[in-house]
C-alpha cells in the first residue's frame, strides 16, 4: 500500500457520460498530480494541485477539469466521455510541490468508456 | 524542457540473466533521474532515484543504476534476474524548481525459465 488512495478501481461508462475520479494523497503530501496512462500514448501528465491551488497543466482536454478540496484529496472529472478517453489514470502525491523529489503512486483507476 | 529517451520497448532475459534497461536524458541543467516499477494492474513504484552525489545508485529488489554525464545516460541493471521482475520499468527525469516528472515510454521486461 503507497498510501495514495484512488476510488473507483475500474469505472465502466457509456459515451458521452461523465464520470468523477478521487484520489487521496499519502499523509503528509501537500501536492497532487494526474496522469493518464494508454497503450498508445503512454504516461501523459494531466494537471497537479499544491495546497488546493492548480499548480500546472498538461495535455488535460478541456472537457476534463479536476479540483483539490481542503482536506487534500482531489477529484479529476471527466465529461462528454469518448472511446478514446479509455485508459488508466493514475493519481500521485508528493510532500512538495516539485517533482525532483519524486512522487508515490496510486494504483489507479481503469476506465473503460463502451 | 527535459526528456528521457528509453532503448528498447521490450526486453526478454533469462532468469538469471543480467538485466539491463537502457535510459538516455536530455537536460539543459543537472537533472534528477527516476525509475519506477509498474507490475501489471499496480500503479509505479519508485526503485531508485539520483539527484546529487553518488553516481551509482542502489534501489529495491537488487536493481542499481549508474549516471553518467558524459554520456547523459541512467541506465538500469540488475545481475540476476528473477521472475518476479517481469513488469514495465520507467524511466524519468526531472529538474530543481520543475513541477513534475517526464516520464520515458517504458520497458516491459520478460523473464524466461
Known amino acids: 500500500d503507497s498510501g495514495v488512495t484512488q476510488t473507483p478501481k475500474h469505472l465502466i461508462t457509456a459515451t458521452g457520460q461523465r464520470v468523477t475520479l478521487r484520489c487521496s494523497p499519502r499523509?503528509?503530501?501537500?501536492?497532487v498530480y494526474w496522469y493518464q496512462q494508454s497503450l498508445d500514448q503512454g504516461l501523459q501528465f494531466l494537471i497537479q494541485y499544491y495546497n488546493g491551488e492548480e499548480r500546472a497543466k498538461g495535455n488535460i482536454l478541456e472537457r476534463f477539469s479536476a479540483q483539490q478540496f481542503p482536506d487534500l484529496h482531489s477529484e479529476l472529472n471527466l465529461s462528454s466521455l469518448e472511446l478514446g478517453d479509455s485508459a488508466l489514470y493514475f493519481c500521485a502525491s508528493s510532500q512538495t510541490g516539485q517533482g525532483a523529489v519524486g512522487y508515490t503512486f496510486g494504483s489507479g483507476t481503469r476506465l473503460t468508456v463502451v | 524542457a527535459q526528456s528521457v529517451t528509453q532503448l528498447g520497448s521490450h526486453v526478454s532475459v533469462s532468469e538469471g540473466a543480467l538485466v539491463l534497461l537502457r535510459c538516455n536524458y536530455s537536460s539543459s541543467v543537472p537533472p534528477y533521474l527516476f525509475w519506477y516499477v509498474q507490475y501489471p494492474n499496480q500503479g509505479l513504484q519508485l526503485l531508485l532515484k539520483y539527484t546529487t552525489g553518488a553516481t551509482l545508485v542502489k534501489g529495491i529488489n537488487g536493481f542499481e543504476a549508474e549516471f553518467k554525464k558524459s554520456e547523459t545516460s541512467f541506465h538500469l541493471t540488475k545481475p540476476s534476474a528473477h521472475m518476479s521482475d517481469a513488469a514495465e520499468y520507467f524511466c524519468?527525469?526531472?529538474?530543481?524548481?520543475?513541477?513534475?516528472?517526464?516520464f520515458g515510454a517504458g520497458t516491459t521486461v520478460t523473464v524466461r525459465a
Open positions: 499523509s503528509g503530501d501537500l501536492s
Open positions: 524519468a527525469v526531472s529538474v530543481v524548481n520543475d513541477y513534475k516528472l517526464s
